[in-house]
């Protein structure tokens, strides 16, 4: 999964928020999981940054519908520009 936020996204003198995803697919939907980067160097959800993370799933949950992100933090406002999902095991995006 790619995020990319747009320009507004968190001020850099915030601390990084603990983002959640659900995946809801044709077939099933996954657990909420809270986004790790692949990246751990710098902390994810800045502004004009693209993060990509990877979320594991036990069942194979089809074409994605939709998601949701959500979060338990208080967080800036913050703003994704676009997502990208990419099926790892059948080599196909999913959503963008």
């Known amino acids: ?15 990084s928020p603990s983002i959640k ?6 077939r ?7 986004l790790k980067p692949s990246d751990t160097k710098r902390k994810p959800f800045q502004e004009n940054q693209t993060d990509e993370f990877v979320i594991p799933s036990k069942n ?3 074409p994605i519908k939709n998601l949701q992100l959500s979060s338990d933090d208080q ?7 676009n997502i990208i999902m990419r ?3 059948q080599g196909k995006v999913r959503f963008d």
């Open 1 to 15: 999964m790619k995020i990319k936020t747009g320009e507004k996204g968190l001020s850099n003198n915030s601390t």
């Open 21 to 26: 995803v659900l995946l809801n697919g044709d």
């Open 28 to 34: 099933n939907k996954t657990e909420s999981y809270i």
């Open 60 to 62: 194979y949950v089809g």
């Open 75 to 81: 967080t800036d406002p913050w703003f994704i520009e």
């Open 87 to 89: 099926d790892i095991a």
